[in-house]
Antibody, heavy 119, light 108 residues
Framework: EVQLLESGGGLVQPGGSLRLSCTASGFTFSTYVMTWVRQAPGKGLEWVSGVSGSGGGTYYADSVKGRVTISRDNSKNTLFLQMNSLRAEDTAVYYC????????????WGQGTLVTVSS | EIVLTQSPGTLSLSPGERATLSCRASQSVSSTYLAWYQQKPGQAPRLLIYSASSRATGIPDRFSGSGSGTDFTLTISRLEPDDFAVYHCQQYGYLTWTFGQGTKVEIK
């Protein structure tokens, strides 16, 4: 059974940093493109970032480019999202998800971790 | 960037009725790269439809997807109580993804 478990969310002040983790199990982690998606309170879904199976390719939404770094540790089946210079508008539930091959849809999702940026 | 616009914002229907949800793209999207998700309050999204019309594993056949180019549709043939939720469309365009703003299907 595929499982994705996010952690690392919490309350952080504007301008602060946070590192999210997503621990995966039940599939061959290193063969999957992985992604982060966020959802602000009461809003729709927003794609944030993606990373290739090897970790050599990284992709970012314009809204977070330069402030966020995605990475992975395939030896530990773990995906990361390092977030810096956080703003109030980054407040959201952050989900990790697997990307299904070349079709690009997200077939498995974690339960999400809440990031709140507030003073 | 391709923008996806979903309509209506909210659909008020009764159990047993047919639901028709629209997703319109600002430019043409390959059907291969169009997906639909269901999300219930407090839960993560769940994949319903991929490649515009293929049902994901375990999705009942009352859910169907169709469309091409810039216009895509999710149809729920007969609403069941468990189907009242928010539905999101999504497109993939070479290393970038966008979502629509969602359509809420609520009980009338």
């Amino acid at each position: 059974e595929v499982q994705l478990l996010e952690s690392g969310g919490g309350l952080v002040q504007p301008g602060g940093s946070l590192r999210l983790s997503c621990t995966a199990s039940g599939f061959t982690f290193s063969t999957y493109v992985m992604t982060w998606v966020r959802q602000a309170p009461g809003k729709g879904l927003e794609w944030v970032s993606g990373v290739s199976g090897s970790g050599g390719g990284t992709y970012y939404a314009d809204s977070v480019k330069g402030r966020v770094t995605i990475s992975r540790d395939n030896s530990k089946n773990t995906l990361f999202l390092q977030m810096n210079s956080l703003r109030a508008e980054d407040t959201a539930v952050y989900y990790c998800a697997t990307v299904a091959g070349m079709q690009g849809h997200f077939d498995y999702w974690g339960q999400g971790t809440l990031v709140t940026v507030s003073s | 960037e391709i923008v996806l616009t979903q309509s209506p914002g909210t659909l008020s229907l009764s159990p047993g009725e047919r639901a028709t949800l629209s997703c319109r793209a600002s430019q043409s999207v390959s059907s291969t790269y169009l997906a639909w998700y269901q999300q219930k309050p407090g839960q993560a999204p769940r994949l319903l439809i991929y490649s515009a019309s293929s049902r994901a594993t375990g999705i009942p056949d009352r859910f169907s997807g169709s469309g091409s180019g810039t216009d895509f549709t999710l149809t729920i043939s007969r609403l069941e109580p468990d189907d009242f939720a928010v539905y999101h469309c999504q497109q993939y365009g070479y290393l970038t993804w966008t979502f629509g703003q969602g359509t809420k299907v609520e009980i009338k």
